[in-house]
């Protein structure tokens, strides 16, 4: 992002003639966030508000509590005697989704709150910080060797996933109608993705990275481009193969 702050924790800001332009956190996923011109010092008390709630530290949150609610869900379906109804399996689902909701909201609430002062003082602006620029700004805060561990542990995942469905399996019924699947159908189609994901990145910032030494790269630090596109493709051809073999 042009002009944003240095630290690459603080996403909502872009420097400009007079000051900085300040994206304020919204509640709904309706309308734009309110846009704000602060100046160095409410920036800085802003940027207090914002580090003690650290992005990195609630990401971590968001992953443990998924994980967790897929191992208490795979817990339940091998404890019981019969199978979860569609109810049930439903209603978990919405309780999974709508817990990390009302964290979120609550903790968006509480930095609204905590800034008030702050904004009360600060003018509005029709200059805003667009969704791209977040997230642009958000991919470059993210190293080339984090996104690549991520890529190579989430794909693991998936793979163990994939085991687990073809040991656990019914033989006596296909194994995508099988209610005991359930669990590890959805670890596998979240870490699946969520592993496309983090093998796209990766290979995105290896093409935006500047041509380094002649020395030969790191596979964990520094990939190349052949080493990402060969571990995708094999971890690709292991899933098919163990779908077929359990079919």
């Known amino acids: 992002m042009t002009g944003a702050?240095?630290?690459?924790?603080?996403?909502?800001?872009?420097?400009?003639?007079g000051g900085y332009i300040?994206?304020?956190p919204k509640l709904g996923s309706r309308g734009q966030p309110a846009h704000y011109l602060v100046d160095q010092t409410q920036k800085d008390q802003i940027e207090a508000i914002e580090a003690s709630i650290p992005p990195r530290?609630?990401?971590y949150g968001l992953i443990a509590w998924f994980v967790l609610c897929l191992?208490?869900?795979v817990a339940s379906v091998n404890s019981m005697s019969q199978l979860p109804s569609l109810v049930v399996v439903a209603m978990f689902v919405v309780g999974m989704l709508l817990v990390p909701f009302l964290g979120l909201?609550?903790?968006v609430n509480r930095q609204r709150e905590q800034m008030r002062p702050i904004l009360s003082q600060a003018k509005l602006t029709d200059q805003v910080i667009s969704n791209e620029e977040i997230l642009a700004a958000a991919s470059l805060s993210t190293s080339l060797k984090q996104t690549w561990v991520s890529a190579l542990s989430l794909g693991t995942l998936s793979l163990v996933q994939v085991e687990m469905m073809a040991?656990?399996?019914?033989?006596k019924v296909a194994m995508f109608s099988d209610a005991n699947m359930l669990p590890w159908v959805l670890q596998f189609v979240a870490y699946g993705l969520l592993a496309m994901v983090?093998?796209?990145a990766t290979l995105d910032k290896i093409d935006m990275a500047v041509p380094s030494a002649p020395a030969p790269p790191s596979f964990l630090r520094a990939p190349s481009r052949t080493v990402v596109l060969a571990v995708a493709t094999i971890m690709v051809g292991v899933v098919v193969m163990l779908l077929i073999i359990t079919w």
């Open 5 to 17: 702050n240095a630290n690459p924790k603080f996403l909502h800001f872009k420097e400009v003639a």
């Open 57 to 59: 530290r609630v990401g």
């Open 198 to 200: 983090c093998f796209k």
């Open 71 to 73: 191992l208490v869900l």
């Open 105 to 107: 909201r609550y903790l």
């Open 22 to 24: 300040f994206r304020a």
């Open 167 to 171: 040991v656990s399996r019914n033989p």
